[in-house]
């Protein structure tokens, strides 16, 4: 879309349009009557052609009437004023048909040429692309209604008064006119994109597309500015969130593994996983994960192949030197671009495992400090039973075995605190399984 100065311009000059043909329409008919009455008749039929020309240029539907006017008023002239001889009127009527006939030419081709002019303008406009013309000396021939939105100018302040400097941060202004001359040297007409720093009327920048191609037909440029700010804004906040979550991950004290689900490469390791497995993270990324995540042969991946699910599981994870490292393990699908991945998460329990063993080993030897006085005391107790029963023994030999006994017992309760005392101490390497039998 035009703006309204623009407009207002060109109404103004095609406003003078019929004055124009007025005046080199009766300039060649005076020059017609002076000649023809001097006995002139070869010069002054060229001065037709300009009357001609201009009305088929201008206004192609009427020109060829315009032009056909003329050549009947030309006819009548040469033969009102001129020798009535035939080859005089045959030469007019012919020159009269060449009138009539440019004026056709010029109409057509005029014609067409408008309507290429239409069909650009509404594509120069439709582009949905800010886009301004720049002649060869670097100022401004034309900006479309994008660019006017988007950098606040109007195409009254732009057209020929201003260079495409203004639409460009001073900072790459260099860059830029580098570009423009490299067009210039090597005379290529292959359009140029880079991201650089756009300007608005009001001084405030924007990141932008600048796509740069010659103008072959003008030797000036054509420019589009495409503002990429949001997506730039968008690229910034995603490689924040990509950051955050590499830290958030480097810091895990768990291991964590991502590794495609199709060929299952394993394509990240996390610092923590790296040192599970005893190799830097380069040496192990691009390796298939039976050989460091998982034992289990190809074909059978446990997820993958068997259908199984892992969820907070013991499994063990194979370091470079091939020892088994047990691990709780939980392994998630997650699909990105469509391509499916697994997340395995695992956690060294070794210490866990040795915890248990000394804590069962403990246990087992709790066990037998139990049951050893446990035993004699029933057998004692069923021996001093069958004293009783008997009445064979004295009183005070009765008591002192039961004295014996007590003592046994006392030997048992202090086992059982020694238990307590364990558990009292919430140690987390007891399993729970433990816990709650010795604090029955």
């Known amino acids: 879309m035009m703006s309204s100065g623009h407009n207002q311009q060109t109404g103004a000059l095609t406003s003078i349009y019929p004055y124009i043909l007025l005046i080199t329409a009766a300039v060649a008919i005076a020059a017609t009557v002076v000649s023809l009455q001097a006995g002139i008749t070869n010069v002054f039929p060229h001065l037709y052609y300009l009357p001609i020309v201009l009305a088929a240029y201008w206004y192609p539907r009427q020109g060829v009437v315009f032009a056909l006017v003329l050549a009947i008023a030309y006819c009548a002239l040469v033969l009102l004023l001129g020798n009535a001889d035939v080859a005089a009127l045959?030469?007019?009527?012919?020159?009269?048909?060449?009138?009539?006939?440019?004026?056709?030419?010029?109409?057509?081709?005029?014609g067409h040429l408008k309507n290429d002019m239409k069909e650009y303008r509404a594509l120069f406009e439709s582009t949905g692309t800010a886009t301004m013309l720049v002649g060869r000396d670097g100022t401004v021939a034309r900006i479309n209604s994008e660019l006017a939105n988007v950098t606040g100018y109007s195409e009254d302040e732009t057209a020929g008064t201003i260079g495409w400097e203004n639409f460009v941060a001073p900072e790459e202004r260099e860059r830029v006119g580098t570009m423009l001359a490299g067009l210039d040297s090597h005379g290529s007409s292959a359009p140029s994109s880079f991201e650089m720093r756009a300007a608005r009327k009001d001084g405030s920048v924007f990141d932008a597309m600048m796509t740069v191609a010659a103008a072959p037909t003008t030797g000036g440029y054509i420019i589009a500015l495409s503002d990429i700010s949001e997506r730039k804004q968008a690229d910034a906040?995603?490689?924040?969130?990509?950051?955050?979550?590499?830290?958030?991950?480097?810091?895990?004290?768990?291991?964590?593994?991502?590794?495609?689900?199709?060929?299952?490469?394993?394509?990240?390791?996390n610092p923590a996983a790296a040192d599970l497995i005893g190799a830097p993270g380069d040496q192990i990324i691009g390796h298939i994960c039976?050989?460091?995540?998982?034992?289990?042969?190809?074909?059978s991946c446990p997820i993958s192949d068997l259908g199984q699910s892992v969820d907070h599981a013991e499994r063990v994870v194979v370091t470079l030197q091939g020892e088994e490292i047990p691990v709780i393990k939980t392994v998630a699908r997650m699909t990105v671009d469509g391509?499916?991945?697994?997340?395995?998460?695992?956690?060294?329990?070794?210490?866990?495992k040795e915890a248990e063993q000394a804590l069962l080993a403990y246990v087992t030897e709790a066990a037998l400090r139990l049951k050893q006085p446990v035993e004699l005391i029933r057998d004692n107790l069923a021996d001093i039973l069958q004293q009783i029963h008997d009445?064979?023994?004295?009183?005070?030999?009765?008591?002192?075995a039961i004295k014996v006994q007590i003592i046994h017992a006392d030997r048992i309760v202090d086992n059982l605190r020694d238990l307590d005392r364990a558990v009292a101490q919430e140690r987390k390497e007891i399993p729970e399984a433990f816990r709650a039998f010795l604090s029955r």
């Not at 030469?91 to 081709?109: H, N, Q």
């Not at 039976?290 to 074909?299: E, L, M, V, Y």
């Not at 009445?391 to 002192?400: G, Q, S, Y």
């Open 90 to 110: 045959a030469a007019a009527a012919i020159r009269a048909a060449v009138f009539v006939g440019i004026a056709a030419v010029v109409a057509y081709l005029a």
């Open 237 to 269: 906040a995603l490689k924040a969130s990509e950051t955050r979550l590499q830290t958030i991950l480097d810091s895990l004290q768990a291991g964590v593994a991502v590794i495609d689900e199709e060929d299952h490469t394993i394509e990240y390791v």
């Open 290 to 299: 039976h050989r460091f995540i998982c034992p289990a042969q190809k074909g």
């Open 339 to 352: 391509h499916p991945y697994l997340v395995e998460n695992v956690i060294d329990i070794r210490n866990r």
């Open 391 to 400: 009445d064979e023994t004295a009183r005070d030999v009765i008591e002192t």
